[in-house]
């Protein structure tokens, strides 16, 4: 069975430094794997995917996430923090034969003046 | 386009009350999605559909909470009777089911059962 975990409720940098969201997966199969955000009172938006080709996946807002099928992780990085950038984010998981998308609990990002 | 579009925003009713949510998705795409979001529970799935039909509906809390989907462009979500522990956000989704493609969210419906 598919699962998601996300490293961290809570994660908090500084303003400038350099952002690190861990997501690690299970899968039967090569997954498709998503990173969303959502900013407070808003719904989630996508920032990112990966279904093929280059591991290395480059979103909106700076970020980007490298697949690793030998950790089975997809990490959300970002070199530079921006007071922006506080939200939370969810890393999500989906099989080719089943759409139905499976989310990681979340993490909150916290910038620090 | 206009994206998911949810109403209410906000929804403050009685307990025992029955409360009605509405979604409209985006228009060509086939597959709709129900969430609910709480602190303690995160995003939980309720039930989707896929060219209007329920494929799934295990997620659905219990028998007071059924959902409709009567043609491409409308879907409803119905509490009946509401409590206090269904106060939560509840986010629509829709997405295109050819390939793997991303669920595109409304901005949810903040249900409060007082």
């Known amino acids: 069975a598919q699962s998601v975990t996300q490293l961290g409720s809570h994660v908090s940098v500084s303003e400038g430094a350099l952002v690190l969201l861990r997501c690690n997966y299970s899968?039967?199969?090569?997954?498709?794997l998503f990173w969303y955000v959502q900013y407070p009172n808003q719904g989630l938006q996508l920032l990112l995917k990966?279904?093929?080709?280059a591991t290395l996946v480059k979103g909106i807002n700076g970020f980007e996430a490298e697949f690793k099928k030998s950790e089975t992780s997809f990490h959300l990085t970002k070199p530079s923090a921006h007071m922006s950038d506080a939200a939370e984010y969810f890393c999500?998981?989906?099989?080719?034969?089943?759409?139905?998308?499976?989310w990681g609990a979340g993490t909150k990002l916290i910038i620090k003046p | 386009d206009a994206g998911v579009i949810q109403s209410p925003r906000h929804e403050v009713t009685e307990m025992g009350q029955e409360v009605t949510l509405r979604c409209k998705p985006i228009?060509?795409?086939?597959?709709l999605f129900w969430y609910r979001q709480t602190m303690m529970r995160g995003l939980e799935l309720l039930i989707y559909?896929?060219?209007?039909?329920?494929?799934?509906d295990s997620g659905m809390p219990e028998d007071r909470f059924s959902a409709k989907m009567p043609n491409a462009s409308f879907s409803t979500l119905k509490i009946q009777p509401s409590e206090p522990r269904d106060s939560a956000v509840y986010f629509c989704?829709?997405?295109?089911?050819?390939?793997?493609?991303?669920?595109?969210f409304g901005q949810g419906t903040r249900l409060t059962v007082v």
């Open positions: 999500a998981v989906s099989e080719d034969s089943n759409y139905q998308l499976i």
């Open positions: 899968s039967s199969v090569p997954p498709y």
């Open positions: 989704a829709s997405s295109i089911r050819t390939g793997v493609t991303e669920a595109f």
């Open positions: 228009s060509g795409h086939n597959s």
């Open positions: 559909f896929n060219n209007n039909v329920p494929i799934d």
């Open positions: 990966y279904t093929t080709g």
